[in-house]
Each structure stands twice: as C-alpha cells, then as structure tokens.
C-alpha cells in the first residue's frame, strides 16, 4: 500500500528555516516525480516544487531561491528545506506523488509568524 | 508558465443535477490536466487525469472531458458527498510547473 506521511511543520520566526520530511512505503521515491503542494488557510491549492526521477528540479516563482526540495533515496524520502520564511508561506504543506497526483500524505501545517 | 483559470468559483447545485465547472489554460497542454476533489481539513482525491480518464475508484458520474486550452468536469448527477471543492491541475510536459486552478467550491442550493 503507497504511504506517504510529512513531518516537520511547526510554529517559526520570520526570517527563519524548516525542513520538511515526507518518509514514503510502498513505492520508491526516486523511480517517482515527488511534489510539494501547499495550501494557505482558506486558500486553493499552490504547487511549490518537483522533483524528477532522473533528480530535475523546479520551484514556484513564489519560493525560488528560498526553497529546495531533494531527496534521500537510502531512506526513501522526501524534504524540503525552507529558508527566508515568510508570513505568506503559512500553509498546510503536502507531498504528493507523480505529476496527475494519484497519493498524497496528510499534510504538515507550517505557521510563520513573530 | 501556464496560468489555469477555472469557472465558476463558486456553485449552488441540488442533489440530482447535472453540474460542470470549466478549467482553460493560458497555453495548450494536450490533455495533460487533471481534476482533484478536496473537503475540508482532507487532502485532495484525484478524480480524472489525462483530461477524461477516470481514476480508479471513482464513481461513473464524474467525467472530464477537453483538449488544448479548454476542460470540463461533469457531474451527471449530484450526490450528497459531493459537495466539496474542486481543482484543476495541468502538468504539460513541455512546462516543468505543475500549476492549479483556483477552485470551485459546490455548495447546497
């Protein structure tokens, strides 16, 4: 069964950094197109970064530069380091699998704020 | 980058009808879109990908259907669980984003 759970989230500082974790079963993380997906309180849905199988990666406008999503193939996982944090990147922050997003963990929420 | 814009943003539909909610994309992406349905505190639950294949699973009254710049999803028929929000979602694979719709959040007339 494909599983994936975030850890991670809490309360930060602005200006501060986090790193996300999103541990997957079921599937190997590297043979799969990994995401982050985040969603603002009360908002839509905001895609945040991919990373490829063969380790391409790519960024929102909104977090180039601030962000990086990588992978630990030995551990199965996936993160996402996240520096510079804003206010606006308060969100539930979710992984999800393949580009037409067939799984998703249950989210880890990220709170900036002084 | 590919902008989605979906229509309308919200719906007021009663059980039984018939409901569509278009998505148009900036610039053609084939058929590479899908559609998620989303409740509240709940992660989003693929419905359709490639434009109009259903995901398994999912009850016959969804479909989606388009090409190019211009999507529907249709409900033939409304059912009480369906009330929710949904979005659309491109991921052409000549554009390395993956880029949503705004919602449209189907509400109970």
């Known amino acids: 069964e494909v599983q994936l759970v975030e850890s991670g989230g809490g309360l930060i500082q602005p200006g501060g950094s986090l790193r996300l974790s999103c541990a997957a079963s079921?599937?190997?993380?590297?043979?799969?197109?990994m995401s982050w997906v985040r969603q603002a309180p009360g908002k839509g849905l905001e895609w945040v970064s991919v990373i490829y199988s063969g380790g391409s990666t790519y960024y929102a406008d909104s977090v180039k530069g601030r962000f990086t999503i990588s992978r630990d193939n030995s551990k199965n996982t996936l993160y996402l380091q996240m520096n510079s944090l804003r206010a606006e990147d308060t969100a539930v922050y979710y992984c999800?699998?393949?580009?037409?997003?067939?799984?998703w963990g249950q989210g880890t929420l990220v709170t900036v704020s002084s | 980058d590919i902008q989605m814009t979906q229509s309308p943003s919200t719906l007021s539909a009663s059980v039984g009808d018939r409901v569509t909610i278009t998505c148009r994309a900036s610039?053609?992406?084939?058929?590479?879109l899908a559609w998620y349905q989303q409740k509240p505190g709940k992660a989003p639950k693929l419905l359709i990908y490639?434009?109009?294949s259903l995901e398994s699973g999912v009850p016959s009254r969804f479909s989606g259907s388009g090409s190019g710049t211009e999507f529907t999803l249709t409900i033939s028929s409304l059912q009480p669980d369906d009330f929710a929000t949904y979005y659309c979602q491109q991921y052409n694979s000549y554009s390395p984003g993956l880029t949503f719709g705004g919602g449209t959040k189907v509400e109970i007339k």
């Open positions: 490639k434009a109009s």
């Open positions: 999800a699998r393949d580009t037409a997003m067939a799984h």
């Open positions: 079921g599937f190997t993380v590297s043979s799969n197109y």
């Open positions: 610039q053609s992406i084939s058929s590479w």
